[in-house]
């Protein structure tokens, strides 16, 4: 049963990281994701349902559209290796526990963040809803109400905290410092791994977007670095080697 749930799980998680390049990629255009059907963007085709496979689609057409022959977007088939690979993974690593429910949500919220900060700079709203929602009955069904009740205290204390280091980078750098997509995103770290952990997400994350930002910094006139996809990164991290970080948490306790 072990090898079918895996394959199960990477089926399931392929299948949604399509779905998740959709809602990525639309909803900051202020697209609809149900009209129109899944389509070519350059020419408009309309894909049938054996060009919608994931992975094995856009491996069959060798990346490009069966029509116009312009290249499909490498990232919707990353998204869905990765995604794939990730679900059925977790499975392997958790099985059917609180921490695998999780970790469900985690890495589609990793997904659906890379794509859309790194794309158009926006982290969506809806994702975060629904992953504080999912995070906060799980740890009611899992643990007690009071364990969930508590987890949107420790959202709270990360939340303000950033909103503390925005207001006081804008004064400092003349300039928003985060963006209000990273804020939103603090409340679901401090939810998922408690305050103390969260605290020690943030730090992770400023060494996992370092060398991206010196490169960024160097080569773009902009200046402006997506820091959503390094806050998600650490917190999935975090997530996967609590006990680890429980270690590094006691040094300073």
């Not at 149900?34 to 060798?62: A, D, G, N, Q, T």
């Amino acid at each position: 049963m072990e090898v079918f749930y895996t394959i199960f799980f990477w089926v399931i998680g392929s299948t949604l990281a399509s779905f998740y390049c959709v809602i990525a990629t639309r909803l900051p255009e202020g697209k609809s994701i149900v009209k129109p059907r899944s389509h070519c963007m350059h020419c408009h085709h309309e894909l049938s349902w054996y060009e919608l496979i994931p992975v094995f689609s856009y491996l069959f057409l060798r990346g490009k559209c069966r029509v116009c022959q312009k290249k499909i977007p490498f990232f919707c088939f990353l998204a869905e290796i990765i995604t794939g690979t990730l679900f059925a993974s977790s499975y392997l690593y958790f099985g059917f526990s609180y921490e695998f429910y999780v970790s469900l949500f985690l890495i589609s919220l990793l997904i659906l963040i890379f794509i859309s900060d790194f794309l158009y700079m926006i982290i969506l709203d809806s994702p975060l809803v629904i992953t504080g929602i999912a995070v906060f009955f799980l740890k009611w069904r899992f643990y007690n109400l009071d364990t969930a009740l508590s987890s949107l205290v420790d959202g709270a204390i990360l939340f303000f905290f950033m909103l503390v280091v925005a207001f006081l980078g804008k004064i400092l750098f003349k300039r928003e410092a985060l963006g209000g997509g990273d804020i939103k995103l603090s409340f679901i770290i401090g939810m998922t791994v408690g305050a103390p952990y969260g605290f020690m997400v943030l730090v992770l994350s400023t060494f996992l977007a370092l060398p991206y930002a010196t490169f960024s910094l160097l080569t773009n006139t902009s200046h402006e670095v997506p820091y959503g996809p390094f806050l998600i990164s650490a917190l999935c991290i975090v997530f996967l080697y609590y006990d680890k970080f429980s270690y590094i948490l006691n040094l300073f306790t």
